[in-house]
Nanobody, 125 residues
Framework: QVQLVESGGGLVQAGGSLRLSCAAS????????MGWFRQAPGKEREFVAS????????LYADFVKGRFTISRDNAKTTVYLQMNSLKPEDTAVYYC??????????????????WGQGTQVTVSS
């Protein structure tokens, strides 16, 4: 089975940058797409970005386009989310997600089967 562990969150001033990492264990890491989601208190979990198994294709939510970049290093079994020009509204717990089988969709929580524990990102104004 696959386990996912996020890291790299923290407190940053508006306009700053953070890089989140998601370390995966288990086989078939490079087989399927991976995604990043975020959830603020009292809000539903929302899609942030996804990347294909070989890293060739990416998909972003409109509110992060031009600011965030998703990437993966399959040799290190790690997915990254580089976050630049951070805004206070980016404050949330960020989760890494993976799928058990080939993805049939990418932008909903129900598209994925495995989830990390989350890492807190706080952006001050």
């Amino acid at each position: 089975q696959v386990q996912l562990v996020e890291s790299g969150g923290g407190l940053v001033q508006a306009g700053g940058s953070l890089r989140l990492s998601c370390a995966a264990s288990g086989r078939t890491f490079s087989s399927n797409a991976m995604g990043w989601f975020r959830q603020a208190p009292g809000k539903e979990r929302e899609f942030v970005a996804s990347i294909s198994g070989n890293g060739a294709s990416t998909l972003y939510a409109d509110f992060v386009k031009g600011r965030f970049t998703i990437s993966r290093d399959n040799a290190k079994t790690t997915v990254y989310l580089q976050m630049n020009s951070l805004k206070p509204e980016d404050t949330a717990v960020y989760y890494c997600a993976g799928s058990k089988y080939a993805n049939k969709c990418f932008t909903r929580s129900s598209c994925y089967d495995y989830w990390g524990q989350g890492t807190q990102v706080t952006v001050s104004s």
